[in-house]
Structures are given as structure tokens and as C-alpha cells.
């Protein structure tokens, strides 16, 4: 069976040095200038995009052909679906910042093993930020492991847009708008503590939560759908309802006051 012999040590280091190396790639386009044009749902696209994606596919899939592959950028034919082991990437995560020339954007990839991530890669090259994550092995950005932030929801430094947080925002809780931020960065700032909570509402792919979520997960907090539902990778349709990324505390008071908003 696929995966049976699976070394998460390898399969992560791999993965590390494949984003890494597209984050390099991505920052050369970047500083060159990018031609970007929209996708028919009216997001934009960016030659940047696919020529990223085309080089993860082929550098992770040549070292591992066993595995699923699952991208924002690469049509899905489904094969995935019988595969216990599967890389989700992001080529760039912000694309829209990236072909503005902001600097709010990542590129991102995960492998989940039985439909749970198990190696995440996040990286931010204009910063030189590489958050990433095993399971069972923790958090990081670059060299420092990260722990959540918890606590009350009084003074919660929380993102998320307008229609998610204004319902929440008489109990104490200090609202961040994501403005161009992509939600894998928000996810990374959770795990960092450098935010205390995350909200998206509204169907989200496996693409933009994957990553995120192990890097939450392993600095101890708590990611979920919107409705509190475990969240699993590698189903048909590739969406999850929503997204709540919190310390553990905090993650089970904003479920319960969203219950009753």
C-alpha cells in the first residue's frame, strides 16, 4: 500500500526544501515583474502561479509518484481520492498582493497521510519567514518553536472580515481585518502568537487550510471548521465550512458565543 513504508523525518524534509526553493523562484518573478490576468470566478492569476505549481508537482511527485496530488492551480481529476498519502500545495498564497508588488503573500505546502496533515510548510520569502511543522514534532518559524496564545475573549486579537467578527465584537474581543492577508499567514500568525484567533466563514479549500492547520495544531491550539466539525483533507470536493483557529480556551468560548449570535 502507498504510504505503508512512510518516514515523516524524509517526507517533511523533502517537502521543506521543495517550498523553500519555489519561495526563491517566486521572489526572482516577484522583484522582475509579474503579468497577472483574472480566472473566470474572477480571482487573479499570475504566470508566477503556474510556473510554481509545475515545479512542485514535478520535484514532489517525482520523489514520491505513490502520492495524491491536490493543488489550487492544477486541475483535480480525483486519483487522489484512492491515495492514503497526499501533497496539497498553494503555489502562492496571496496571489493577489503578489501581482500588486505587496508583500503579503507565501507560498505553501502539506502532505497529509490519511486524510490528517502530517509536514507543513509555509514561507514567506520577502521576510525570509519559514513556519513549518511535523506531527508530533511541533511548531517553528525558522529556528523558534511556537505556543499559541490563550486566554479570555476580552482583548482577543482576532482577524477575520466584517460580516464574520461584527456579531462578536461587543464581547471584548480587539478585531484585525485581514485586508490582503492571505488566510495561510493569519493561520501562521494564530500559531505564533502573534494573533489570538482566526475566523473565515463561507467554503474554504483544502489548499488555503492545510498547512495552517498543523501549524496551529502543533503549537497547541485548537482549528476547526466553523461549526466546530474536525476538519479532514483529501475528500471529494477538497472544501471545508468555514475556519476557527484559536488557543484551546479561547477556541471553545468563541464556538459557544457563535452558537448563540
Known sequence: MPGADFD????????????RQAGQMALERFRAGVASW???????????????????????LAARPDYGWLSEETADDGARLSRPMLWI???IDGTRAFA????????TGALVKDGLPVAAAVYRPLTDDFYHATAGGGSFCNAARLKAGDGPLAGCRMMGTRRALTPLLAHGIVPEWPGEQPLLLRLARVAEASLDAA????????????????LVQEAGGRMTDARNRPMVFNRIGSV????????????QALI?????E
Not at 100 to 107: A, P, Q, T
Not at 256 to 260: G, S
Open 8 to 19: 515523516i523525518a524524509q517526507d517533511a524534509a523533502l517537502l521543506f526544501d521543495q517550498v
Open 38 to 60: 483574472h480566472k473566470p470566478d474572477g480571482s487573479v492569476l499570475t504566470e508566477t502561479d503556474l510556473e510554481v505549481d509545475r515545479f512542485l508537482k514535478a520535484s514532489l
Open 89 to 91: 500545495v498553494d503555489p
Open 100 to 107: 500588486k508588488g505587496g508583500d503579503e503573500w507565501c507560498v
Open 199 to 214: 475566523l473565515s466563514l463561507g467554503a474554504k479549500n483544502d489548499w488555503d487550510l492545510a498547512a495552517g492547520h498543523l
Open 240 to 251: 471545508q465550512d468555514g475556519v476557527l483557529a484559536a488557543g484551546l480556551t479561547r477556541h
Open 256 to 260: 459557544k458565543l457563535m452558537e448563540r
